[in-house]
T-cell receptor, first 111, second 115 residues
Framework: SQQGEEDPQALSIQEGENATMNCSYK?????LQWYRQNSGRGLVHLIL?????REKHSGRLRVTLDTSKKSSSLLITASRAADTASYFC???????????FGQGTELSVKP | DAGVIQSPRHEVTEMGQEVTLRCKPI?????LFWYRQTMMRGLELLIY????????DSGMPEDRFSAKMPNASFSTLKIQPSEPRDSAVYFC?????????????FGEGSRLTVL
């Protein structure tokens, strides 16, 4: 089964609004990463948060990690139409070399 | 740096034919990952290599699938014989170091359609 479960599966918002996506995982991890995938393209790394970190920022992105709940969230502030994409969380399964992805959240930002 | 290069970008073949997908990883990166993406199953890790050696192939669906990395700059994923259920987008990715310490760089994928 998938290591990461993401919620919601799809999210539609207006430009300028904030978008929040959640990810839950099952095993111990060293870090958790978030990726973006535009339609028909490969995945692009957005941000990595280590297991001893609780929050991390990168531009309009804010990621939180709660290892006690085995969950993470990605917040995109002041969304733009160009943010329309699928967003995936990924974890190093059982702290090993494998990077396992969740099912993703499909974000649609309407201008 | 040209990034991770995959070929072909699109492949349409008939059931029973052999399919070979190719990947040129980023130079100097020690690991290489093959993933498959479908609507139903999402992104599945098929196999990964470290220093050209297969480390974990537990995600390879069945014996029809094989992967090789003859040198640090080239890898192939072969399906023989192909079946319609193999239709998917296949991604190759290479990180800077072990995936649990850094980001993955993905290729643009090879979209396979088996008729």
């Amino acid at each position: 089964s998938q290591q990461g479960e993401e919620d919601p599966q799809a999210l539609s918002i207006q430009e300028g609004e904030n978008a929040t996506m959640n990810c839950s995982y099952k095993t111990s991890i060293n870090n958790l990463q978030w990726y973006r995938q535009n339609s028909g393209r490969g995945l692009v790394h957005l941000i990595l948060i280590r297991s001893n970190e609780r929050e991390k920022h990168s531009g309009r992105l804010r990621v939180t990690l709660d290892t006690s709940k085995k969950s993470s969230s990605l917040l995109i502030t002041a969304s733009r139409a160009a943010d329309t994409a699928s967003y995936f969380c990924a974890t190093d399964y059982n702290q090993g070399g494998k990077l396992i992805f969740g099912q993703g959240t499909e974000l649609s930002v309407k201008p | 740096d040209a990034g991770v290069i995959q070929s072909p970008r699109h492949e349409v073949t008939e059931m029973g034919q052999e399919v070979t997908l190719r990947c040129k990883p980023i130079s100097g990166h020690d690991y290489l990952f093959w993933y498959r993406q479908t609507m139903m199953r999402g992104l599945e890790l098929l196999i990964y290599f470290n220093n050209n050696v297969p480390i974990d192939d537990s995600g390879m669906p069945e014996d029809r699938f094989s992967a090789k990395m003859p040198n640090a700059s080239f890898s192939t994923l072969k399906i023989q014989p192909s079946e319609p259920r193999d239709s998917a987008v296949y991604f190759c990715a290479s990180p800077k170091v072990a995936a649990n310490t850094g980001e993955l760089f993905f290729g643009e994928g090879s979209r396979l359609t088996v008729l």
